[in-house]
């Protein structure tokens, strides 16, 4: 996910310079061969429908899932991210629905998102179903490049905003089963190119690379009051290396949960949360970045979600975050 200019950057911190989150924004957009351009979570088990369309209604409830996360705390131009996801079956428990929102931010570089989702699900057998997926919807993207701090301010490349509106098209696959849960996904098919003009001229800033997602998990009986559930996510993405997710928690009293997480080259964390009700949960993770000395100029990265599931008089018991789906 990193490369040698990151090192430079970090080099060029070290030394003083002012101009590090120039620096920063030339090594995202510019680098042909750089990795990860979607947000990252650390939660990524809890806000499945960002990543997989087919997760929709999967819970057999409506359920409104809301995330922040900031990412590199103290470091200049970090990224900041928030999430808000709505999902639910609205027929025959085949037809689903949901809604994503995303407002993402790094440095002078804004980006909104609102995808619908639709998943079509089939029951293999009485414990098991598979979903079939598609995300609609568009990222709008704003490029503030005069708010930007440069050794020569008489840059004119930079004296001027530009914005994108990308329309976009993603699937996904989803498995489930009581104690088991699978998905691939691919949420934006169409590689966008974000222009940026000035005067006749015009420039391609970058092209979105498309992300291909694979995500596991499952939970063991320990004892009647401890259950084990390891997740994965692993990420793929042309021209950069693939990144793994591992991450192992543990469920108290089907109440408090306690894990760790290791993101392969790149981060370590933990993570708890709190099922305050059988219907409402709430998580918190610290994630430290190890790569390239990074973290000597950050504090961390924290996340918080909030999830909830409007149970109507006619669903199942809902089995709450600590189980996959209901049947």
């Known amino acids: 996910m990193y490369t040698s200019q990151l090192k430079r ?7 003083g310079k002012k101009n590090i989150l120039l620096l920063f924004l030339i090594f ?11 947000a990252m979570y650390t939660h990524y088990m809890d806000n499945t429908l960002e990543i997989n369309p087919a997760y929709a209604g999967s819970r057999d409830a409506l359920t409104i899932t809301a995330l922040h996360r900031s990412q590199w705390v103290g470091f200049e131009g ?3 991210t928030q999430t808000l996801t709505l999902h639910g079956p609205v027929y025959k428990d085949a037809v689903n629905l949901g809604l994503s929102l995303l407002h993402d931010k790094i440095g002078p570089v804004n980006s ?13 057998s009485s414990q098991s179903k598979l979903a079939f997926g598609l995300k609609f919807g568009f990222n709008y993207y704003n490029f ?3 708010d930007l701090s440069l050794i020569n301010q008489v840059d004119g490349a930079f004296n001027a905003n530009a914005s994108t509106f990308a329309p976009n098209i993603g699937f996904g696959v989803y498995y489930s089963r009581d104690n088991f849960y699978a998905g691939i996904s691919t949420p934006k098919i169409v590689n966008n190119n974000y222009l940026y003009s000035q005067t006749s001229n015009s420039s391609t800033l970058a092209t979105e690379k498309r992300h291909y997602y694979l995500i596991l998990g499952g939970w063991l009986p320990i004892n009647k009051d401890i259950k084990l559930k390891p997740t994965s996510f ?4 042309p021209g950069a290396p693939v990144e793994a997710d591992l991450t192992t928690d543990f469920l108290f009293h089907d109440r408090f949960s306690l894990g760790a997480m290791y993101r392969t080259g790149d981060a370590v ?6 099922y305050v009700t059988e219907q409402f949960s709430i998580g918190y993770s610290f994630d430290w970045s190890f790569v390239n000395n990074t973290a000597k100029y950050n504090a961390g990265s924290h996340e918080i979600v909030l999830k909830y599931d409007f149970k109507n008089k006619n669903s199942k ?3 709450s975050p600590r189980y996959f789906c209901t049947f």
């Open 317 to 319: 018991s809902i089995r």
């Open 269 to 274: 964390g933990l993570l708890v949360g709190y």
């Open 234 to 237: 692993v990420k793929a993405t």
């Open 28 to 38: 995202i957009l510019s680098t042909p061969l750089f990795g990860q351009q979607e």
């Open 9 to 15: 950057m970090v080099k060029q911190h070290d030394s």
């Open 144 to 146: 503030n490049l005069s």
């Open 78 to 80: 970090a990224p900041s």
């Open 112 to 124: 909104t998102a609102m995808f619908v989702d639709y998943a079509y699900r089939i029951k293999l």
